[in-house]
Structure formats: C-alpha cells, structure tokens
C-alpha cells in the first residue's frame, strides 16, 4: 500500500513544472498575431487570397500601408436602412463579434473578395455585440452569419466560417 502512494507521488508533477510548460506551448500565443494555414486560391478577376504561410506568426499592430481591410466598411443600427437596403449594387453583410475566432479568420477572406469585387459588390460588417437590434431583426442566432443583398432584398444567408471559393461563387449568382 505504501508503495502506490509513494508511485502516485512521484509520476504527479509539480506545479512550477505546469507553469513552465503552459509558457513554452506555442498553442498559447495570442490568437491574433497567429495565422492558420489557408489555401491560396485565385478570386474571380485575378485576386489572390492573401495569408502567411501555414503556422508561421505574423506581425502584429505594423501598418504597411493600406489594407485589403480598407475596403470593408463597419455599418451601425443608425445607418444600416441607408447604407445597405438603399444600395444599387449587391452588398455582403458579415454578422461578427471581437471575440469570435471563425469570425476574425473570415476577416481577411471578405476583404480580399471586397478588393477583387471593387465597384460590383460593397462588404460591409456589423459587431452584433453593439448592433443588437439589427441582429434580431434578421434573426442572427450564430457568427458568423453573412447575409447577401440585391436592391434591398436579402438574397442568402450564409451561417459559419466558409472557403473563400465557396463564398466567391455565392456571390458570383448575384452578379
């Protein structure tokens, strides 16, 4: 009996030993300055996906001139029946919270279509967590939801992170 006491012992680490380890765990890192692998795939028109290679950290908070992001505009409560049911073109809404990951990882893939689509189609986002009436008013129950519209009149609704082809060609049938 005394010998399992002195196994269970010895095999239980220590706790400085965990917080060693919890520290050198790369899995750890902050999730925003740490890309997954993305497939590279060309958009219709020529635009290719950006995004770093598989697993390598990026840097973070560095302006390097203008960003794909600049062409995604943020649309509110206050403004949303002008902005996106009075628009002539098609527009693409992406329903998002700062603290969804799927939602941060369609980030980069929205504003690379909204780049490749300039002048056809207008991207737009609206932060469910400060914009909550116009969530419930398209009953946005999960982020992301990425809704399509076309002279006022919603078209699609996407729910969850997609491939960037995919979201292409669903876009592609509004056009």
């Given at each position: 009996m005394p010998a399992a006491t002195a196994t269970a012992t010895a095999i239980s680490p220590s706790p400085g030993a965990s917080a060693a380890r919890r520290q050198t765990n790369p899995l750890?890192?902050?999730?925003?300055?740490?890309?997954?692998?993305?497939?590279?795939?060309?958009?219709?028109?020529?635009?290719?996906?950006?995004?770093?290679?598989?697993?390598?950290?990026?840097?973070?908070?560095?302006?390097?001139?203008?960003?794909?992001?600049?062409?995604?505009?943020?649309?509110?409560?206050?403004?949303?029946?002008?902005?996106?049911?009075?628009?002539?073109?098609?527009?693409l809404v992406a329903f998002w919270a700062p603290w969804c990951g799927p939602c941060r990882l369609m980030h980069p893939i929205i504003a690379d279509l909204a780049k490749a689509y300039a002048g056809r189609l207008r991207c737009l986002r609206v932060n469910t967590d400060e914009n909550q009436e116009v969530a419930s008013r398209y009953g946005i129950r999960s982020i992301p939801t990425i809704l399509i519209f076309k002279d006022g009149e919603r078209k699609e609704t996407i729910i969850g992170a997609i491939a960037d082809t995919a979201l292409a060609a669903t876009v592609d049938r509004f056009l």
């Open positions: 750890h890192r902050a999730a925003s300055c740490f890309n997954p692998p993305q497939p590279r795939r060309p958009f219709p028109g020529g635009a290719v996906a950006a995004s770093a290679p598989a697993g390598r950290r990026v840097a973070c908070c560095k302006a390097a001139g203008p960003s794909a992001a600049d062409h995604v505009g943020d649309v509110e409560e206050q403004t949303w029946d002008e902005v996106v049911l009075g628009c002539e073109t098609v527009v």
